[in-house]
């Protein structure tokens, strides 16, 4: 008896519509800014922020001018 081939079934890319697509990128830009302005209106946590980056400016120039 002949052994029959198992078809493995072609996995074709979904097509989005350009509109959904559009949609979806400004739904998801909103949802960014919202969550800045949040973010924003936090001073703990916006204090926090800016002694990070403080911090990580720091350890980048300091790293940077120890190698001249």
Known sequence: MAKSKKSTPKLTP?????????RWQVESAISTL???EQIRK???L???V?????????SIMG????KK
């Not at 979904?14 to 559009?22: A, I, L």
């Not at 790293?63 to 120890?66: G, I, P, V």
């Open 14 to 22: 979904v097509k989005t519509n350009k509109s959904e697509e559009r």
């Open 34 to 36: 919202q969550r800045a």
């Open 42 to 44: 936090d001073a703990a």
């Open 46 to 48: 916006m204090r926090d």
């Open 50 to 58: 800016k002694k990070s980056v403080m911090d990580l400016e720091k």
């Open 63 to 66: 790293t940077a001018s120890k």
